[in-house]
């Protein structure tokens, strides 16, 4: 074991991790997501575990906070969701398109969209399901948004900009609730079906995602020897899949920091929470790089810890044997001196994890080296089934 990083790692001790004055902001508040903890919370963690050039793994790598504080501070980093809007979100925040490209992109995108043509040739295949949450006119302007991207023929300008338009859904939609009504399938009630003009939502969402990826990518230069998108672009890899198998696929000592959150037991619907998302990528001309986006009843059936699923018999159980599972490959795949980082919590109206959580781990063959606790913000309790607190957990190889 290298002393040197367990010396670091003790440093953890002294931080207070409620991070009370801090708040998700820039590219890290782009496109909403359920559970995501602070960015302040990854970028105080990978200094302290890792050096420069070391590879992060976040296997619960949802809008990629961890990833993007990994690669702003020089590291390498390989992150695994089974939620293809979490790989769309993170690949839009961590590839860095060209500004000028974007640009352009858009610009064509935002002029097709408003020209008669589209108007007369472009429909949806879910377009009666649309009409419930959508106005007409609303539902008519986001599918030809949508037509005018797929046009695009450079795949990341592409999926970047199918990122901008999955973020504006909610807003652009009748459903006035928070998100925990999508989520639920709550859908607005037809008098308070109202117009939301989505060509100009697109328009202001696409401007503001191009001035926060320059501050991002500004910020990597900061900590990084390489000096062009195209070489920054190649330090992050995301994998599409349940993060068991894909770790399973790995190299063996072949990660150096493990720093994720796991889904907390019965607290949040990952994939329901973006329905949105996949009632409009339910589409044949996306099929073929989309992967997932017709998948929506199998991965909310098989998401592990889902809030939907925790009534059913032995998901509890389930649960604890897909972490079991989980901690294993992370052994193997993480450095002899390598750290794990877990961010957790459990809600107080359901069955505990945490402390089933370290022991499981520590038969993994982990040893526990701080244990931390943090409280959440209270505007985010009410989305996460009142959690008031997380832990954070550092465990040794």
Same mark, same amino acid.
């Given at each position: ?144 948004? *949508? ?6 023929? $450079?795949? =990341?300008? %592409?999926?970047? @900009? ?6 504006? +859904? ?105 329905? *949105? ?6 589409? $044949?001309? =996306?099929? %073929?790089?989309? @992967? ?6 199998? +991965? ?98």
């Amino acid at each position: 074991m290298d002393t040197t990083k367990i010396g670091h790692a003790s440093q953890l001790d002294d931080i207070d991790w409620s991070f009370p004055n801090l708040s998700n902001s820039g590219i890290h508040s782009f496109h909403w997501y359920p559970a995501t903890y602070i960015s302040a919370i990854p970028g105080t963690i990978i200094p302290y575990l890792t050096k420069a050039d070391d590879v992060v793994l976040d296997p619960f790598c949802g809008s990629g906070t961890t990833g993007l504080e990994a690669i702003r501070l020089g590291r390498k980093f390989i992150g695994i969701d089974t939620n293809p809007v979490a790989l769309l979100i993170s690949e839009a925040k961590l590839k860095f398109p060209g500004p000028r490209a974007l640009k352009s992109a858009i610009e064509r995108v935002v002029f097709d969209a408003q020209s008669v043509l589209s108007k007369e040739n472009t429909t949806h295949p879910r377009r009666e399901e649309l009409l419930n949450w959508y106005h007409s006119e609303t539902v008519e302007e986001l599918t030809r948004l *949508l037509h005018a991207v797929l046009k695009l023929e $450079d795949r =990341l300008i %592409r999926r970047v @900009l199918l990122t901008i338009f999955s973020s504006i +859904l909610k807003n652009c939609s009748s459903q006035g609730k928070h998100w925990g009504w999508v989520c639920d399938n709550v859908r607005p009630k037809a008098n308070e079906i109202t117009y939301k003009n989505a060509i100009l939502t697109f328009w202001n969402a696409s401007l503001s995602f191009v001035a926060e990826s320059g501050q991002a990518y500004d910020a990597v230069l900061v900590h990084s020897l390489e000096t062009t998108r195209e070489k920054i672009r190649k330090r992050s890899k995301l994998l599409h899949g349940s993060c068991v198998e894909q770790i399973a696929q790995m190299k063996e000592g072949s990660v150096d920091a493990i720093v994720t959150s796991p889904p907390y037991y019965g607290v949040a619907d990952y994939v329901k929470s973006q329905r *949105l998302s996949f009632l409009w990528f339910d589409n $044949d001309e =996306l099929a %073929r790089d989309m @992967l997932g986006f017709r998948d929506f009843e199998r +991965l909310r059936a098989t998401e592990a810890g889902a809030r939907s699923n925790r009534h059913r018999m032995n998901s509890h159980d389930q649960y604890l044997m897909f972490m079991s599972d989980f901690f294993y490959q992370c052994r193997r795949v993480l450095k002899v001196d390598g750290f794990m980082s877990l961010v957790i919590g459990e809600s107080p109206s359901r069955k505990g994890t945490i402390e089933d959580l370290i022991e499981i781990a520590k038969e993994a063959g982990f040893v526990l080296h701080s244990r931390r606790g943090r409280e959440i913000k209270s505007n985010r309790r009410r989305l996460m089934a009142k959690v008031k607190g997380e832990d954070v957990l550092i465990f040794a190889n």
